[in-house]
């Protein structure tokens, strides 16, 4: 299977002039549609580069980094309106012209994309893997180039600039990460803050102490220090923190609130308070005034882990939810994007009534087999490889056998998804890498932060966790 695997991820090879720069996202002939899915995605590129990286053939990943953050440097439209200058794009294409014998490119920074939203992922995305690549291979000159150096600071730049915010997290519009289309993330969706952490990390790492360099750095630090207390003391839920939410007064003037976002109990859903295990915890789908998505978001809080903004406590109680949850959570097809789907009205008025997201599927519900490399991750973080092996095995059984899926359908996720690709790059690649990962565990460092002490974990409500 593995084999099988390499051969597929190899077809997928994109190249620009001779080089290869990238992976195409699904290599499916049989689809009538092709949409956008024969172009190489930053995000789903990223699994790919990892297995390349594992594999000790860097080079792609390097010509891939040094591609995209050319097309950064393109000026980015919307009808009349100019993206700001450190957008990285979704998506490209090479164009091949079989008459002139050129190849050209074209991007995709959100102009095409279904629902024309900006990728807020594609430059964390580009930051961790820049860090891979260096920690990989030891070669600190790329990330060192004037350019790359530059193209980190345009993307935070968009980040850390002052504006209305009262809260250190990001505010996003709907669809801008994995979850590309209407699915009520708007706001400050765990996906977007758990990458958001580690970007900032990443670069903190390698940012040079220059005169530019410092500034960035020193706004930073700051922001990682409001940045980790806000999202370890508001997005963090477990039964503790459910139970004091469930008895929250509403309506309090002043900071003594305790309920400082004005949250009404009655708007917590029924299903969260079986779905809590004793034992466990994770952070939230997203907090705003007066709202709370309690939805469970798989990416998010793997991601959490591996940057370490979760604490080791909560790293664990994330580890222990999972098996406690585990025919929710990982069913027989790992693994849910999301818990629970939405259906009905709600779904009507959250997804605008997507037929694509219907429940159980797709980004409603639905279960990712790329997801698997970052579970793994996860899992050898924590010390609990046993959980890979089990979510594993259970992939094992079918992904080949069904032309590796993009996603699965159904509350256990035994269908193959209504409108899923066959041949995904990144369910593929998304196998490799958290097979090698089982294997020689050492590749964590690539894609893992250790907890950074001067960010203090915040120390309350811990009983529940670490009991
Ligand atoms: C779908 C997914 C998105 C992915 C793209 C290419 O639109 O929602 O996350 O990047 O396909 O595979």
């Not at 909560?314 to 693994?335: F, H, N, T, Y």
Request: with cysteine.
């Amino acid at each position: 299977m593995v084999a099988d695997a390499w051969e597929a991820l190899r077809r997928s090879l994109v190249y620009f002039r001779g080089q290869p720069v990238g992976t195409i996202a699904a290599v499916d002939h049989a689809s009538e549609e092709v949409l956008n899915y024969d172009q190489v995605f930053v995000r789903d590129f990223v699994p790919s580069a990892l297995a390349f990286l594992m594999n000790g053939e860097p080079e792609i990943v390097k010509n891939f980094l040094l591609k995209t953050l050319h097309l950064q440097g393109w000026e980015k439209r919307i009808d009349r309106f100019k993206l700001g200058e450190g957008a990285m794009p979704a998506s490209f294409k090479v164009l091949h012209d079989p008459v002139r014998k050129t190849d050209t490119l074209i991007a995709d920074f959100g102009e095409s994309a279904i629902g024309r939203v900006a990728p807020v992922d594609s430059g964390f995305w580009w930051i961790i893997l820049l860090r891979a690549y260096t920690k990989s291979t030891g070669d600190h000159s790329l990330a060192e180039t004037p350019e790359c150096q530059k193209g980190m600071r345009l993307i935070l730049t968009l980040c850390l600039s002052e504006g209305f915010d009262t809260f250190p997290t990001l505010l996003c519009a709907d669809g801008c990460s994995m979850i590309d289309r209407r699915m009520g993330i708007y706001g400050y969706p765990i996906e977007i803050q758990a990458l958001f952490f580690m970007a900032l990390r990443c670069a903190l790492g390698m940012l040079k102490h220059d005169a530019e360099g410092k500034e960035c750095i020193e706004r930073i630090v700051k922001r990682l220090h409001a940045f980790s207390y806000h999202m370890r003391s508001y997005f963090w839920l477990d039964f503790q923190q459910l139970n004091d939410i469930y008895r929250y007064k509403t309506e309090e003037y002043s900071h003594t609130a305790v309920n400082k976002f004005n949250v009404i109990p009655d708007s917590i859903p029924e299903w969260v308070f079986d779905f809590m295990p004793t034992r466990g915890g994770y952070f939230i789908g997203n907090v705003s005034p007066a709202r709370m998505d309690f939805r469970w978001f798989c990416l998010g809080n793997c991601v959490a882990i591996l940057s370490s903004l979760a604490t080791h406590e909560q790293s664990m109680a994330i580890m222990d939810l999972i098996e406690a949850r585990w025919e929710e959570l990982v069913g027989e097809m790992p693994l849910k994007i999301s818990y629970p789907a939405i259906e009905g009205h709600e779904w009507r008025i959250v997804t605008g009534c997507d037929p694509k997201n219907t429940r159980w599927s797709y980004h409603n519900g639905g279960s990712w087999p790329v997801l698997l490399w970052l579970l793994t991750a996860a899992c050898i973080k924590t010390g609990r490889p046993q959980i890979a092996r089990r979510a594993i095995d259970l992939a094992e059984t079918r992904l080949l056998k069904d032309s590796w899926p993009e996603y699965y359908d159904g509350k256990l996720g035994r269908y193959i998804g209504k409108q899923a690709r066959k041949y995904q790059t990144w369910s593929i690649a998304g196998y490799l890498v958290a097979k090698m990962l089982l294997e020689d565990p050492s590749h964590l460092g690539m894609i893992s932060l250790e907890e950074d002490r001067q960010l203090k974990p915040v120390m309350k409500r811990s009983s529940s966790w670490t009991c």
